[in-house]
């Protein structure tokens, strides 16, 4: 089936330590997104691509960096310079007129 | 400074009434919205959307009302059914932009009772 992966679903990392959160999309789509989602709050940008090899900070870059060495996989890394890590993170691509979002990982740094 | 604001962060109605989520925008660049669906622990699932250039977009029990001068949308779901009951998001995009470089609301939850 077509559609976007993130794993894994729940992540347990210690303070100060980076981790790398997966997405791959087998939707052939060009442009790939990281969103951020706290209680009580939207959905904020941490990152896009629009094309394979090259991304753009979003609205709250900082914390986090990405790579995007093939067209299907967009990796996360939230770095211990995040201040607030634990979260929910959406993972989405998009084509045409609409984005389609993973399942999500809700990260949990103790 | 919220750009696109749901002022209503809870809604509930009965099984069978209609639901209206509203969301407000302050962007006259904003050429296309968008309404997502999320349940707990999930990622949203796109519902409907509207261009800007249209007031109306119908799906089944799901309409999108856009009043461009008001810089307002609504969603209107009729007859709401308790599997309705979730956070409904509404996300504007800016013109010329990606689709998914979305600007998101903080959501609407949505009740639906038996």
């Known amino acids: 089936d077509g559609g976007i992966t993130q794993s894994p679903k729940y992540l347990f990392r210690k303070e100060g330590q980076n981790v790398t959160l997966s997405c791959e999309q087998n939707l052939n789509h060009d442009a790939m997104y990281w969103y951020r989602q706290d209680p009580g709050q939207g959905l904020r940008l941490i990152y896009y691509s629009q094309i394979v090899n090259d991304f753009q900070k979003g609205d709250i870059a900082e914390g986090y960096s990405v790579s995007r060495e093939k067209k299907e996989s967009f990796p996360l890394t939230v770095t211990s310079a995040q201040k607030n890590p634990t979260a929910f993170y959406l993972c989405a691509s998009s084509r045409n007129t609409e984005a389609f979002f993973g399942q999500g990982t809700r990260l949990t740094v103790v | ?114």
Request: net charge positive; glycine share 8%; hydrophobic share 30%.
């Open chain 2, 1 to 114: 400074d919220q750009q696109v604001k749901q002022n209503s962060p809870s809604l509930s109605v009965q099984e069978g009434r209609i639901s209206i989520l509203n969301c407000d925008y302050t962007n006259s660049m904003f050429d296309y919205f968008l309404w997502y669906k999320k349940y707990p622990a999930e990622g949203p699932t796109f519902l409907i959307s509207i261009s800007s250039i249209k007031d109306k977009n119908e799906d089944g029990r799901f309409t999108v009302f856009l009043n461009k001068s008001a810089k307002h949308l609504s969603l209107h779901i009729v007859p709401s059914q308790p599997g309705d009951s979730a956070v409904y998001f509404c996300a504007a995009r800016f013109y010329g932009g990606s689709q998914g470089n979305l600007i998101f609301g903080k959501g609407t939850k949505l009740s639906v009772k038996p």
